[in-house]
């Protein structure tokens, strides 16, 4: 089974609207952390937002929040006030285990999702 | 954040070639870097999992032999494709974790990527 699940190949946006991307994950694991990468054209991959598993609130980022729902394990971006500039892919990544601060575990990445904002 | 470079940024190189590619943290010491794998409009797949001083870690399907990673300091991790064919071509990116503080997030940092042609 897939562990992260992003079902929208692609979606649209107007300028200075709001956008929700979604992603669900699959674990048995209590202890994961679950993140958010923004990937331009130019190929690299911008942390945007992490959301750990025993955190009670959902993350916050400047425009960018975590709609994280543990129960029904999803973890969707929302993007306030879309800019030209966030058109870009986005993936949504989960690890497993550890905590703050513990050791590194790989990631695991959905397909992603392509944003496309236009004026 | 931190900082993690790549270089190079890409290169072109006549099948049989080999090609080494590095991975660098710029501010931090990284004792695990990742190595992961982009092919156009996909996710990322990891390659393997690089520990200084010691062997890497080696996803199933990737040859060992063909896709040498070498992690000899804390700051530096190298990819060298061996025997390079077409279809080795693909955008290959590397990460590294910031541990440095115990609020740490584990975030992975990634590095701009290195865009491989094999002709």
């Known amino acids: 089974a897939q562990k992260i699940t992003q079902t929208q190949p692609g979606m649209f946006v107007q300028e200075k609207e709001a956008v929700t991307l979604d992603c669900t994950y699959d674990?048995?694991?209590?202890?994961?952390?679950l993140f958010w990468y923004k990937q331009p054209s130019s190929g690299e991959m911008i942390f945007l937002i992490y959301q750990g598993s025993y955190d009670q609130q959902n993350a916050t980022e400047g425009r960018y929040s975590l709609n994280f729902q543990k129960a029904r394990k999803s973890a969707n971006l929302v993007i306030s006030a879309s800019q030209l500039g966030d058109s870009a892919m986005y993936f949504c990544a989960m690890r497993e285990g550890g905590g703050r601060g513990s050791t590194l575990g790989r990631l695991y990445f959905g397909r992603g999702t392509q944003l496309t904002v236009w004026p | 954040g931190a900082v993690v470079s790549q270089h190079p940024s890409w290169v072109i190189c006549k099948s049989g070639t080999s090609v080494k590619i590095e991975c660098r943290s710029l501010?931090?010491?990284?004792?695990?870097m990742f190595w992961y794998r982009q092919f156009p409009k996909q996710s990322l797949m990891l390659m393997a999992t690089?520990?200084?001083?010691?062997?890497?870690?080696?996803e199933q399907g990737v040859e060992k032999d063909k896709f040498l990673i070498n992690h000899a300091s804390l700051t530096l991790s190298t990819l060298t494709v061996t025997s390079a064919h077409p279809e080795d071509s693909s955008f290959y990116i590397c990460?590294?974790?910031?541990?440095?503080?115990?609020?740490?997030?584990?975030?992975?940092?990634f590095g701009p990527g290195t865009r491989l042609t094999v002709l």
């Open positions: 990460s590294a974790g910031d541990t440095r503080t115990p609020a740490s997030t584990d975030t992975q940092y």
């Open positions: 690089s520990n200084e001083g010691s062997k890497a870690t080696y």
């Open positions: 501010d931090f010491q990284a004792t695990t």
């Open positions: 674990t048995s694991d209590p202890s994961y952390g």
